[in-house]
């Protein structure tokens, strides 16, 4: 990797609207969880910070994986404050900082690769992957802009605060717009990943 890279999975969040904690849901043959790790693993990225709440049954579905794990002990607040947890356990020679959402769990490693090649090129730029002309997730911020956040700003804020500094590369990549806040949510992408997505 020309330009180290870490990445923060968020996985904090206590899934309120899906009635349990999807995190752990199955996909195919493993847990969200394990499916987003597992990505930004087969990325080449190797400084890894999840970010996670008090669920022990988290911890153990992950703690096998080359992975710091950091806690947000207030899983009900916003998701700046996991991003800022998660900032402080970073490798201090990273450049940028990708931001992983765990639930997305169907985003490829080779988009990952390729926010990282454009971090690469443009280290001064927060880089937006786009699928069909809409933004999706993940996103790679460098590290003077991430940290941005401290200031009491939320991601949204970082990214609009400069739109000079926004670069969106094109994606052949439905899994970034997937997200799963439902139910419903989880058995399409469960009928997506079966279908051989991933």
């Known amino acids: 990797m020309p330009i180290p890279v870490s990445a923060i999975l968020l996985a904090a969040g206590s899934s309120r609207r899906t009635g349990q904690l999807k995190q752990l849901l199955p996909l195919g043959d493993k847990p969200i969880i394990r499916h987003c790790l597992d990505c930004i693993i087969a990325s080449g990225i190797k400084d890894i910070v999840a970010v996670v709440g ?4 988290i911890v153990k579905a992950i703690n096998d994986l080359s992975v710091k794990i950091v806690f947000n002990e207030a899983p009900e607040s916003e998701m700046a404050e996991s991003v800022r947890i998660g900032l402080r356990s970073i490798d201090h020679s990273s450049t940028g900082v990708l931001i992983c959402l765990s ?5 490829s490693p080779e988009t ?7 971090h690469s090129e443009d280290p001064g730029k927060i880089i937006i992957p786009m699928y069909t002309g809409k933004r999706g997730h993940p996103s790679l911020f460098p590290v003077h802009a991430i940290k941005e956040i401290f200031g009491g700003l939320n991601l949204r804020d970082v990214i609009n605060k400069t739109p000079g500094r926004l670069k969106h590369i094109d994606v052949e990549d439905e899994g970034i717009l997937l997200d799963m806040d439902t139910i419903e949510d989880y058995k399409k992408i469960s009928k997506i990943a079966a279908k051989g997505l991933q």
Request: hydrophobic share 40%; proline share 6%; charged share 20%.
């Open 103 to 107: 639930d997305h769990p169907l985003v």
């Open 112 to 118: 990952l690769r390729v926010l990282i090649n454009s």
């Open 54 to 57: 008090q669920q022990g049954e």
